[in-house]
């Protein structure tokens, strides 16, 4: 909590000083990309985290942490000492109690870093091709499965390898060719291996009798047994799609990321699984331009998880399809961590256009708006604290005299109150190293000389009367670095006096000697 105060504390400061925004153009693009970046970075983890139960947690972390501002702003220090306590806590508990929904967020990152596409594994160059023939080849077995009331689980892995699954137990490594007949022939009642799930790898049926380890987490109803929820659990713990063929019912469902629907017949499971493994087949069949690619790159973060309800339906031929008045699609599960609880309850039945209800914090501009505003503040506390300004104090940098020829012309002789300056400069740590006292030019132009002061000079050099001072401002500059990056904060003294005589008095008066430097205790004064 002290660490949030201190951060508000620093920003506000960086920010009263203006040097936030301390740079050249360049910088200041640097920094806009720099923002953007991060935001991304955000948007990409809290959507990620959005369909986890860890979300639920991060919002209670954030109202802690304003309660505990709040709190420690009014003074209340026995509130806030607990509140700090909690939050230290919250930050290690907040790590073990949500490793299977981390984990589970980090594959899909993985999964979505290395794949633009979200298809079969195919080996051939005319991947549509086969995936077509493979999703005939179960649309035939489970139209022929469920019409015998044969139970069937089937498991399409797609990028997560279901490794962990064809090792353990009894399962039998098949990597037979991909037909109906032979998917018919595993699930057969008397058939050795019709015990557990296949799994489908590519275009081949690569192992059966696997056992899907049960996580026990879904809202299925209690009329659906161990099958559909081994179902489910595959479709959790990995991206595979996971294929039901109910021995009691004679029914067919889908499992997508932890979901399940019941789908009407082996036809509308054809449309399911096209649009989950055939890339580009509902959505956009033009070619997209990188703009394009990338947004839906994004997007797809949604189509897996929070939106896979509303894909299945959308995957569902039109409601009128259904001449008799069936349902096309039936939610029997939704996962508990789903976004969409909102939107869809568990046996509900959804309508094929229904859009979801989703609270603001997590419909897509929700994350943006959230996104951009942590990155804004991480931003500010990275300028805060480790893209620091400072100053640095330089001392007896020597006058430069510039158009000395301004004041020749009069033949007078001058003095001035001071041969020397101390500079302080502010500028970005990194850029502040650099600069060194012979950097700095500590100029006297004669060229400023106002025209009121020229007028003087020329009176005084035609009456060799009483000495003329006049006032001219010292110009600081840093050679070799450009304008933008640095300030001069004072100069002392930043004005020096010139007392200009004939040269005849100075002979007389023998005063042609520079004004006193200022001594060491009058320097101490600046430190
Ligand atoms: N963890 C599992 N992994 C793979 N297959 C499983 C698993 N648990 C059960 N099964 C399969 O499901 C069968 C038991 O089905 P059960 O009747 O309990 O489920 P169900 O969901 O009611 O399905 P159905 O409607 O077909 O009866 C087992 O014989 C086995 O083949």
């Known amino acids: 909590m002290n660490v949030v105060s201190n951060l508000i504390k620093k920003i506000i400061v960086e920010l009263r000083q203006g040097f936030l925004l301390f740079g050249s153009p360049l910088d200041i693009f ?46 209340l220090q026995a509130i806030s000492f607990l509140l700090n306590s909690a939050l230290s806590f919250l930050a290690i508990t907040l790590l073990v109690l949500f490793q299977p929904e981390l984990r589970k967020a980090l594959e899909t990152l993985g999964r979505n870093t290395l794949s633009f596409s979200q298809t079969l594994p195919f080996d051939s160059k005319d991947g549509n091709v086969e995936i077509y023939a493979a999703i005939s080849a179960i649309k035939l077995a489970c139209a022929q499965m469920s019409s015998e009331y044969t139970g ?29 007949t032979m998917l018919e022939q595993i699930f057969y009642k008397g058939s050795p291996l019709h015990d557990g ?41 990995s991206d595979a799609i996971a294929i039901v063929c109910s021995e009691e019912q004679g029914s067919i469902s889908v499992a997508v990321d932890g979901n399940l629907i019941k ?11 096209q649009r989950f493994l055939v890339p580009n087949t509902v959505k956009n069949k033009e070619k997209k331009t990188l703009w394009q690619e990338l947004k839906s790159y994004f997007n797809k973060q949604f189509e897996l998880n929070a939106d896979v309800l509303d894909d299945f339906v959308k995957a569902t031929p039109s409601q009128d399809d259904g001449k008799d008045g069936e349902k096309q699609t039936t939610v029997l599960a939704v996962a508990e961590n789903s976004a969409n609880l909102n939107g869809y309850t568990s046996s509900q039945t959804v309508k094929a256009n229904s859009k979801l209800r989703k609270k603001w914090g997590q419909t897509r501009t929700g994350i943006q708006v959230t996104a951009f505003v942590l990155a804004a503040f991480v931003w500010l506390y990275v300028q805060a ?22 004041v020749d012309k009069y033949e007078l002789d001058y003095r001035l ?87 005849l008095q100075k002979n007389a008066a023998g005063t042609n000697e520079a004004a006193p430097v200022p001594s060491k205790s009058e320097k101490s004064k600046y430190n």
């Not at 899907?212 to 081994?230: D, I, K």
């Not at 789908?263 to 699984?273: E, G, R, T």
Request: net charge positive.
């Open 30 to 75: 640097i920094m806009l990309l720099d923002v953007f970046v991060t935001t991304c970075l955000f948007y990409f983890i809290l959507k990620l985290l959005s369909e986890t139960r860890a979300w639920q947690l991060l919002k209670g972390v954030v109202f802690l942490i304003i309660c505990g501002q709040i709190f420690s702003l009014l003074g």
């Open 197 to 237: 799930a296949c799994v489908i790898r590519g275009n081949k049926i690569y192992a059966a009798r696997c056992h899907v380890p049960l996580s026990g987490s879904t809202r299925l109803n209690r009329n659906y047994g161990t099958r559909h929820r081994a179902a489910i659990s595959a479709s959790e713990i």
């Open 385 to 406: 604290t480790t893209n620091v300004v400072s100053s640095k104090r330089f001392y007896d940098v020597k006058f430069m005299i510039l158009n000395q020829e301004e």
């Open 417 to 503: 109150s001071a041969w020397q300056t101390d500079v302080v400069i502010q500028a970005r740590e990194r850029n502040l190293r650099g600069i060194n006292s012979s950097d700095i030019q500590a100029q006297l132009d004669f060229a400023n000389l106002k025209e009121e002061d020229k007028a003087k000079l020329q009176r005084l050099s035609e009456t060799n009367k009483t000495p003329v001072k006049v006032n001219l401002q010292v110009k600081i500059n840093v050679t070799d670095k450009p304008y933008y990056s640095y300030r001069i904060t004072s100069a002392n003294p930043v004005n020096v006096e010139v007392t200009f005589w004939p040269i």
């Open 263 to 273: 789908v009407k017949d082996a036809q509308v499971l054809a449309h399911v699984l």
């Open 152 to 180: 069937a689980l089937i498991l399409i892995e797609r990028q997560t390898k279901l490794g962990e699954i064809i090792e353990k137990g009894q399962s039998v490594i098949l990597n037979a060719s991909l037909s109906a």
